[in-house]
């Protein structure tokens, strides 16, 4: 297959919308219900942008499957974009969450599962010391936030097509002619985030260096492989040279791992000994509880200790009332201790390699040029023949009719892809025949589509 054939794709995507709508007339009820009072009939606008005509709606979900209102069961291979990735409510976090919840939910005091949940991130990423929030993007906030009034410098640098939850610093682009905008869909900047942000293309040492050189960076918040729009892996040597310069310019390195988890128990740092000053991880490690932690050296503790005073700790722009509360806490130390465990990874890695080679396979047998890129417990396929090297290059090929119409086809077969591209995450609970089904599925959707291409 050379080129998608548009008129044949439009057809194919009525047939699985048609087919969609006729299957879940439960989800549409629902959905005609929630749209009086919910804008597009979702709690949170992005669910709007699902493949199907509407979203389907979850009766319960457990381990990698979950059950739709119409009574369709489904392999979640989305599983909640990474806040699943332990599986559905896992029963060892059921466990200790059930207990909290008998014995106080958020009192703004620390329980014991504080100290025994900042033991376990240490010992997983090397980084000593631990302060909790309720999500990754208000780690994110907060370590950058340090960043600045430790170094006393301005600015951030990212890379291009980042994306560290709703950061507001953090939704950069570069410009054709290399200047820093906001970027597509950025909604209601409080400024143009050029103005607190350079943006540099992963894997460019030389940008890199550039744009550190000027001496008024505080902070490179980076995933230490791009996983948001689609996987970019680091090339060999990108973080030697990350590091190195970094400290040559007395800028912070804050390694964001909450996607990047999926790499190993101690995510992509602790897989590949890197060292970074800070490490901000959300997401996965409550098993969904709301959860996120930012973790820092010795050394940044001793410079943060003399940030402020007592009198005004409360006020300082990092914070919330609810971060830090003991529901989240036993979640994260029941999470860590005994779902995300070393173990879980050597069942879920072979997974994922497996996701790939089926995939790989299918795409060999039809002659489709697509590469896959698999990082850990998670794979994805890019419209690209092979690996990209940056955002730039991934967003170039990204194909939102395609990508609509293959989550859609594998939807209708009972497999739920994340919708923002073609990645699937194992979970401790994922088995070999989830894997295969989806294999099956793509197989079936992919010779339709090459059919008469
Ligand atoms: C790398 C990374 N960091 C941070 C976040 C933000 O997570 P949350 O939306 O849970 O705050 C995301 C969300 O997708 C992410 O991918």
Redesign the pocket.
């Known amino acids: 297959m050379t080129a998608v054939d548009r008129p044949r794709l439009a057809s194919l995507m009525e047939r699985e919308e048609q087919r969609f709508v006729r299957e879940h007339p439960r989800s549409r009820e629902l959905h005609e219900r929630a749209r009086r009072t919910l804008p597009g009939g979702v709690p949170m606008h992005w669910m709007t942008k699902w493949a199907s005509p509407f979203p389907v709606f979850v009766e319960s979900a457990r381990g990698a499957h979950f059950r739709d209102v119409d009574g369709h069961e489904y392999v979640d291979l989305c599983l909640g ?3 699943a990735m332990t599986g559905h409510s896992p029963e060892a976090t059921l466990a200790a969450v059930r207990r909290q919840l008998e014995r106080g939910i958020t009192h703004m005091l620390p329980t014991e599962e504080a100290a025994a949940a900042a033991e376990l991130l240490a010992t997983r990423f090397g980084l000593p010391e631990w302060q909790f929030t ?7 906030r907060f370590a950058l936030r340090l960043a600045r009034a430790i170094t006393r410098r301005p600015k951030i640098l990212v890379f291009d097509y ?6 507001d610093e953090t939704f950069a682009t570069l410009r054709e002619d290399g200047s820093v905008g906001p970027r597509r869909g950025n909604i209601g900047p409080a400024v143009d985030p050029g103005a607190t942000t350079r943006v540099v293309e992963f894997n460019d040492v030389d940008a890199l260096d550039r744009a550190l050189a000027a001496g008024d960076v505080a902070a490179v918040l980076a ?1 230490p492989a791009l ?2 729009i689609g996987i970019v892996l680091p090339e060999p040597g990108f973080h030697e040279a990350l590091r190195r310069l970094t400290l040559e310019n007395g800028t912070l390195l804050i390694l ?5 988890l999926c790499a190993g128990p101690g995510g992509y740092t602790a897989e590949h000994h890197l060292a970074p000053d800070m490490l ?1 991880v ?2 996965a490690i409550g098993g969904g509880i ?1 959860s ?1 932690a930012y973790g820092f050296t010795a050394e940044i503790a001793a410079r943060l200790a003399t940030l402020t005073t007592l009198e005004d700790i409360d006020v300082g722009g990092i914070g919330g009332t609810l971060a830090g509360n003991a529901l989240s806490l036993a979640a994260i130390h029941a999470t860590l201790e005994q779902v995300l465990t070393p173990d879980a990874y050597s069942r879920m890695v072979p997974l994922a390699q497996r996701w790939t080679e089926g995939v790989e396979r299918v795409l060999a047998a039809h002659a489709v040029p697509w590469h896959v890129t698999r990082l850990g417990t998670r794979a994805e396929y890019h419209f690209l023949p092979n690996a990209p090297r940056n955002g730039r290059e991934a967003a170039a090929a990204s194909d939102f009719e395609l990508e609509r119409y293959l989550h859609l086809a594998a939807l209708n077969r009972g497999i739920l892809l994340t919708p923002f591209h073609n990645m699937a995450l194992m979970s401790p609970a994922t088995t070999a025949d989830d894997v295969d089904r989806h294999t099956a599925a793509f197989e079936e959707t992919i010779s339709q589509l090459v059919a008469v291409a």
Not at 134 to 140: E, G, M, Q, R, V
Not at 162 to 167: A, I, L, P, Q
Request: aromatic content about 4%; glycine content about 14%.
């Open positions: 974009d990474t806040g309720l999500s990754a993007t208000d780690a994110n980042c994306y560290h939850g709703t950061v995933e996983t948001n964001d791992e909450t996607h990047t901000v959300g997401k709301p996120g």
